[in-house]
């Protein structure tokens, strides 16, 4: 390219390459369908590894394949509750104890204030 084409240009602002005699890499188009019944379809490199799951473009909501193949669904361990961590330090015959304790000495502090 001639001085005068770069002459009053920053870095970056523009390409003055052009798309003609040029091969694009090939192409294949997948289809996504989410929950909410939005379908769209998302256009990856035909040896990229095809995602089961996309987010949708509409609503952001997590959308799957249409051609079926679902995306596996992993194993997780239920929520541990305040009560399950309670039972992995102490026994019941301690809990009951511990139970009986506190509620003598409720029962002590209702006698002084009676």
């Not at 052009?18 to 289809?31: F, G, H, I, K, Y």
């Not at 769209?40 to 799951?53: D, G, K, Q, S």
């Not at 959308?63 to 309670?86: C, F, I």
Request: net charge neutral.
């Amino acid at each position: 390219m001639g001085e005068r084409a770069l002459r009053g240009t920053r870095l970056g602002a523009t390409s003055y390459e052009n798309d003609r005699n040029t091969d694009l890499a090939p192409r294949q188009e997948v289809s996504y369908t989410c929950p909410k019944g939005h379908r769209f379809e998302v256009p990856l490199a035909a040896e990229a590894e095809i995602p089961a799951t996309w987010e949708c473009r509409m609503c952001g909501a997590t959308a799957v394949r249409v051609d079926g193949e679902q995306p596996e669904s992993k194993k997780a361990k239920p929520p541990r509750t305040h009560w399950d961590m309670l039972l992995e330090r102490r026994s019941i015959e301690d809990l009951e104890e511990v139970l009986n304790e506190r509620l003598a000495v409720l029962r002590a502090q209702r006698r002084k204030s009676a």
